[in-house]
């Protein structure tokens, strides 16, 4: 659960994520990473918590999409 890491390694998290969905082309899912990696590098903790929510439904539609191609 993110709120039991540092900042720093919520950061670190956020960017290897968002390194590994841009990968195959979750670019909108990458620009939430990227967003929640600068927060918490930050340590911004209210944009964490404000866009945290957004990463379940985000990956939801990547599997979605995913899903319907192969």
């Known amino acids: 659960y993110y709120k ?10 956020a960017h ?5 969905v841009r990968t195959f082309g979750a ?7 990227e967003t929640l990696e600068k927060a918490g590098k930050a340590d911004d903790w209210s944009v964490v ?14 599997k979605a999409f995913y899903q319907d191609r192969l």
């Open 4 to 13: 039991d890491r540092s900042s720093s390694d919520y950061g670190d998290l």
């Open 16 to 20: 290897r994520l968002k390194s590994s």
């Open 27 to 33: 670019i909108g899912l990458g620009n939430l990473f």
């Open 49 to 62: 918590e404000g866009r945290h929510d957004e990463v379940r439904p985000a990956f939801a539609n990547v």
